[in-house]
């Protein structure tokens, strides 16, 4: 049985995570003194003021029945607070600073505190706390506490959970060593925060639902309680995930200010967009009204099945047009954000030279992005792997190939003596697997005498039927009924010399939308073509070349 005193997202006590090491400790279970002032040396006392929308101080997690109506009743209160707080300040500034002893001035100021905690240390009243809660702590206007809260607590326990609760208890002042503690909070926050420190004392929460457990994070984060945002993170993680949700997990990094606490939540949040989403042209609607963290992390992915990057660099500029009609914002965005999504080095030489002349990009920023894109172009094979695996293993992945539907290509154009091309194609032992028995996978295209041509390597049968076999082919993109003659050569790397040998020479007379090429390039049934002992694999790719002249 699962023991429910595990902290699971704690290095030092994760024994049920295999993110973490096995031989971590428990974490100690001190719930039989929650609330007991027998094993106490202080009393909290909660005060809780009605939200500004919210006058019954009902909490808004029963009241959110989905994350939709958890995160607009945050925002809510959120922009509300900002007002409230701004008038708070305004109208008496000196009761402010007299009435509470702020624990942390930096974390006050920080502006991802988007509700206020208030931290008193007082003498014990005489009188029955409600019948005070009336007496507001501030000598001027201030929301009205509406009901008060006391609870018994040891301070060794919360300040060893939370840094907020250290610091109150130690900050070295005479105040520090009074029984009684006082907190404001909304009513709002009341469930989180009687969930919080339930959890601070057993390990584990009570709720269950997604807009419950945000609430907990929420105020752990308020009350830096570390262990307990894992602990909702990881809930969280293992609840069904909608895009929805999804889009609210990325924003909680720049909502909280423990953002690595829920990183793996965020992680998960951006697989799950980018598997769900992996097919664009199939989303494509939906995916244009996505906001920008959503459009990151599924164009971040090395699964997006798309064309080509080509394909990739359209896509992003249509949303960023729809989204961002301002030219300046336009380009502050490709530059910042989304133009380090585009996998530059991937895409065609031909939509290289015009992202150069694109008006959406700042020029020093596409200037910088092409060279760089041109240069790895050029480098040799091995040399290209290498980048990529550098690449990998940081956050960018701008050199690491894509799955794309058409194969990159490698292209040398000439125009002296003859105006022809050579094209360079190569095709991993796996995607050549893929094809069989009757698959096909073609190249990007390539251009010559201003003409678009693409090859495309098939598993078919031959000829007489009898067997699978590889076969490529030359085919021209259809583009009117223009007549094109051209004299082309297929070779490819073999073993053991490594080097390019000729295996079919033809000439055609093409016309839109038709290729030629030849059924089984290597003469050799499919089986010995992909055995491991095959001459075409050399460190499991297959180089083919292409040379194309045209015919005067």
Same mark, same amino acid.
């Given at each position: 049985?699962?023991?429910?005193?595990?902290?699971?997202? /704690?290095?030092?006590? !994760? *024994?049920?995570?295999?993110?973490?090491?096995?031989?971590?400790?428990? +974490?100690?279970?001190?719930?039989?003194?929650?609330?007991?002032?027998?094993?106490?040396?202080?009393?909290?006392?909660?005060?809780?003021?009605?939200?500004?929308?919210?006058?019954? $101080?009902?909490?808004?997690?029963?009241?959110?029945?989905?994350?939709?109506?958890?995160?607009?009743?945050?925002?809510?209160?959120?922009?509300?607070?900002?007002?409230?707080?701004?008038?708070?300040?305004?109208?008496?500034?000196?009761?402010?600073?007299?009435?509470?002893?702020?624990?942390?001035?930096?974390?006050?100021?920080?502006?991802?505190? %988007?509700?206020?905690?208030? !931290?008193? &240390?007082?003498?014990?009243?005489?009188?029955?706390?409600? !019948?005070?809660?009336?007496?507001?702590?501030?000598?001027?206007?201030?929301?009205?506490?509406?009901?008060?809260?006391?609870?018994?607590?040891?301070?060794?326990?919360?300040?060893?959970?939370?840094?907020?609760?250290?610091?109150?208890?130690?900050? @070295?002042?005479?105040?520090?060593?009074?029984?009684? *503690?006082?907190?404001? &909070?909304?009513?709002?926050?009341?469930?989180?925060?009687?969930?919080?420190?339930?959890?601070?004392?057993?390990?584990?929460?009570?709720?269950?639902?997604?807009?419950?457990?945000?609430?907990?994070?929420?105020?752990?984060?308020?009350?830096?309680?570390?262990?307990?945002?894992?602990?909702?993170?990881?809930?969280?993680?293992?609840?069904?995930?909608?895009?929805?949700?999804?889009?609210?997990?990325?924003?909680?990094?720049?909502?909280?200010?423990?953002?690595?606490?829920?990183?793996?939540?965020?992680?998960?949040?951006?697989?799950?967009?980018?598997?769900?989403?992996?097919? &664009?042209?199939?989303?494509?609607? +939906? *995916?244009?009204?996505?906001?920008?963290? $959503?459009?990151?992390?599924?164009?971040?992915?090395?699964?997006?099945?798309?064309?080509?990057? %080509?394909?990739?660099?359209?896509?992003?500029?249509?949303?960023?047009?729809?989204?961002?009609?301002?030219?300046?914002?336009?380009? %502050? &965005?490709?530059?910042?954000?989304? $133009?380090?999504?585009?996998?530059?080095?991937?895409?065609?030489?031909?939509?290289?030279?015009?992202?150069?002349?694109?008006?959406?990009?700042?020029?020093?920023?596409?200037?910088?992005?092409?060279?760089?894109?041109?240069?790895?172009?050029?480098?040799?094979?091995?040399?290209?792997?290498?980048?990529?695996?550098?690449?990998? !293993?940081?956050?960018?992945?701008?050199?690491?190939?894509?799955?794309?539907?058409?194969?990159?290509?490698?292209?040398?154009?000439?125009?002296?003596?003859?105006?022809?091309?050579? *094209?360079?194609?190569?095709?991993?032992?796996?995607?050549?697997?893929?094809?069989?028995?009757?698959?096909?996978?073609?190249?990007?295209?390539?251009?010559?005498?201003?003409? @678009?041509?693409?090859?495309?390597?098939?598993?078919?049968? /031959? =000829?007489?039927?009898?067997?699978?076999?590889? $076969?490529?082919?030359? @085919?021209? =993109?259809?583009?009117?009924?223009?007549?094109?003659?051209? /004299?082309?050569?297929?070779?490819?790397?073999?073993?053991?010399?490594?080097?390019?040998?000729?295996?079919?020479?033809?000439?055609?007379?093409?016309?839109?939308?038709?290729?030629?090429?030849?059924?089984?390039?290597?003469?050799?049934?499919?089986?010995?073509?992909?055995?491991? /002992?095959?001459?075409?694999?050399?460190?499991?790719?297959?180089?083919?070349?292409?040379?194309?002249?045209?015919?005067?």
């Amino acid at each position: 049985m699962k023991d429910q005193n595990l902290d699971l997202f /704690d290095p030092r006590t !994760a *024994v049920m995570d295999p993110e973490f090491s096995p031989t971590s400790t428990r +974490e100690p279970d001190f719930a039989f003194a929650f609330n007991d002032s027998n094993f106490s040396d202080r009393v909290l006392r909660i005060e809780i003021i009605g939200d500004s929308l919210d006058g019954d $101080g009902d909490s808004d997690s029963h009241g959110c029945h989905s994350l939709a109506d958890w995160a607009r009743n945050r925002k809510r209160r959120r922009e509300d607070f900002k007002k409230e707080n701004a008038l708070d300040i305004t109208a008496c500034p000196e009761e402010q600073i007299i009435s509470c002893n702020q624990i942390d001035s930096e974390d006050a100021d920080n502006e991802n505190q %988007d509700e206020s905690v208030v !931290a008193m &240390i007082e003498e014990p009243n005489s009188g029955d706390e409600a !019948a005070n809660s009336d007496d507001s702590t501030w000598n001027c206007d201030s929301p009205r506490v509406i009901k008060v809260k006391t609870l018994h607590i040891s301070s060794p326990i919360l300040a060893a959970k939370s840094p907020f609760f250290y610091k109150l208890f130690s900050n @070295g002042m005479k105040e520090s060593e009074q029984r009684q *503690v006082t907190l404001r &909070i909304n009513a709002s926050e009341e469930a989180a925060l009687m969930e919080l420190l339930n959890f601070m004392y057993s390990n584990t929460l009570t709720t269950s639902t997604a807009p419950a457990l945000l609430d907990v994070l929420m105020a752990a984060d308020k009350f830096e309680v570390a262990s307990c945002m894992r602990y909702c993170s990881r809930l969280l993680r293992n609840l069904p995930m909608t895009p929805e949700s999804a889009l609210l997990y990325l924003e909680l990094p720049s909502s909280v200010l423990m953002a690595e606490a829920v990183q793996p939540l965020t992680d998960t949040a951006k697989q799950f967009l980018a598997a769900r989403y992996k097919d &664009i042209t199939k989303f494509q609607e +939906e *995916v244009m009204k996505l906001p920008l963290a $959503g459009i990151e992390a599924i164009l971040s992915s090395d699964d997006l099945q798309v064309a080509s990057e %080509d394909a990739v660099y359209d896509f992003v500029l249509k949303w960023t047009r729809a989204h961002y009609p301002q030219i300046d914002e336009r380009r %502050d &965005i490709l530059s910042s954000r989304l $133009g380090h999504c585009i996998r530059f080095p991937f895409m065609s030489c031909r939509k290289l030279r015009k992202v150069l002349t694109c008006n959406d990009f700042e020029h020093e920023f596409s200037s910088k992005l092409v060279l760089e894109a041109l240069f790895f172009k050029a480098e040799a094979p091995h040399r290209q792997r290498t980048q990529a695996a550098e690449e990998s !293993a940081s956050s960018s992945r701008r050199f690491v190939e894509r799955a794309y539907k058409y194969r990159p290509v490698k292209v040398v154009e000439f125009e002296l003596p003859r105006h022809q091309c050579i *094209v360079y194609l190569d095709l991993k032992r796996d995607e050549c697997a893929n094809l069989f028995p009757s698959g096909r996978v073609y190249s990007q295209a390539f251009h010559l005498g201003g003409q @678009g041509f693409f090859l495309s390597a098939h598993c078919n049968m /031959d =000829q007489q039927s009898s067997f699978h076999c590889f $076969g490529l082919f030359l @085919g021209m =993109q259809e583009k009117g009924s223009v007549s094109f003659a051209v /004299d082309y050569e297929f070779a490819a790397r073999t073993k053991p010399a490594e080097e390019y040998v000729s295996k079919y020479k033809g000439n055609y007379t093409f016309t839109g939308g038709k290729a030629v090429g030849y059924r089984n390039l290597f003469a050799i049934p499919w089986t010995s073509f992909m055995a491991e /002992d095959s001459l075409y694999f050399i460190n499991g790719v297959l180089h083919l070349r292409a040379e194309l002249t045209i015919r005067h």
